[in-house]
């Protein structure tokens, strides 16, 4: 079935580090892909997504790309802050959305210090 | 817009004790969804409903029920609480598909439940 793989964390840097969260996906057909984020005490927000392949989601300056060859979706930022620290999960949403239901991974953590 | 709103925000219950979690929308979402989240185990669909008066089971729905009565508001119910069932629960709503996708979920802030 269909399902997402994302890196077990704690991941932990120092602010302005780059930063790479890998996420690999398996799934037929052509799914959506999405990052969510939840800050502590929060629910789940959306953070970026891609619809089909190549394309890169971008937002509040994370960026992935959705990559068929590689079925990844690895989330990336040039220069972390203390503020970016949250709990990120990769998802995917099924290619014909029979089951309209998300596909969550486990969820990274990153804790980012000053 | 308040978004997603859930009550309680937490809750201790005894083992064999019932409750109910409200989930309310202001978006006119069409489908709405109960997840709960565990450590190391991401977030697991409950139930989900695709419109008023229409619900559908998910990955984990034993031990639970559900009524979409008001499109706004999605009700999770324990009949008989277990200490399996301790988690943090979170609801979510979406469009369906006619509105542009059900892909994009919005969350609510979540209710933590604790039973003894």
């Known amino acids: 079935g269909d399902s997402v793989t994302q890196m077990e964390g704690p991941v932990t840097l120092s602010e302005e580090a780059f930063l790479t969260i890998n996420c690999t996906y398996t799934?037929?057909?052509?799914?959506?892909l999405f990052w969510y984020v939840q800050y502590p005490g929060e629910g789940l927000q959306l953070l970026l997504k891609?619809?089909?392949?190549?394309d890169k989601g971008s937002n509040k300056g994370f960026e992935a790309t959705y990559r068929k060859e590689t079925t990844s979706f690895h989330l990336e930022k040039g220069s972390v802050q203390v503020s970016d620290s949250a709990v990120y999960f990769c998802?995917?949403?099924?290619?014909?959305?029979?089951?309209?239901?998300?596909?969550f991974g486990t969820g990274t953590l990153l804790a980012v210090q000053p | 817009n308040a978004g997603v709103t859930q009550t309680p925000k937490f809750r201790v219950l005894k083992t064999g004790q019932s409750m109910t979690l409200l989930c309310a929308q202001d978006?006119?979402?069409?489908?709405m969804y109960w997840y709960r989240q565990d450590p190391g185990m991401g977030l697991r669909l409950i139930h989900y409903?695709?419109?008023?008066?229409?619900?559908a089971k998910g990955e984990v729905p034993d031990g639970y029920n559900v009524s979409r009565l008001k499109k706004q508001n999605f009700l999770l119910g324990l009949e008989s609480a277990a200490p399996s069932q301790t988690s943090v629960y979170f609801c979510?709503?979406?469009?369906?598909?006619?509105?542009?996708?059900?892909?994009?979920?919005?969350f609510g802030p979540g209710t933590r439940l604790l039973v003894l």
């Open positions: 978006m006119n979402h069409e489908y």
């Open positions: 799934a037929t057909g052509y799914p959506s």
């Open positions: 998802a995917l949403f099924p290619y014909g959305g029979a089951t309209n239901k998300l596909i």
């Open positions: 891609a619809t089909k392949a190549d």
């Open positions: 979510a709503s979406s469009y369906g598909r006619l509105a542009g996708g059900p892909e994009t979920q919005y």
């Open positions: 409903s695709v419109g008023e008066g229409t619900t």
